[in-house]
């Protein structure tokens, strides 16, 4: 699942909301939200600003942990 999807989700909050945040369309936000395109480093940060979380937490891991 998509991290800005699943912490929108914990949060109660809706995409249209996280749109009007961040200043861009409900579309933009979606294609973030399903993977279709992906933010860019500012916006992603903004992202993480308005949630109120390290922006670490929207990104997914690389790396196995081994």
Do not use: F
């Amino acid at each position: 699942m998509n991290r800005i999807k699943e912490v929108l989700k914990e949060q109660g909050r809706t995409q249209t909301w996280l749109a009007v945040k961040i200043g861009k369309s409900y579309v933009v936000v979606t294609n973030y939200c399903n993977n279709n395109a992906q933010p860019s480093v500012p916006v992603l940060r903004s992202i993480a600003e308005v949630l109120d979380v390290d922006v670490r937490e929207l990104l997914v891991s690389t790396k196995n942990g081994d």
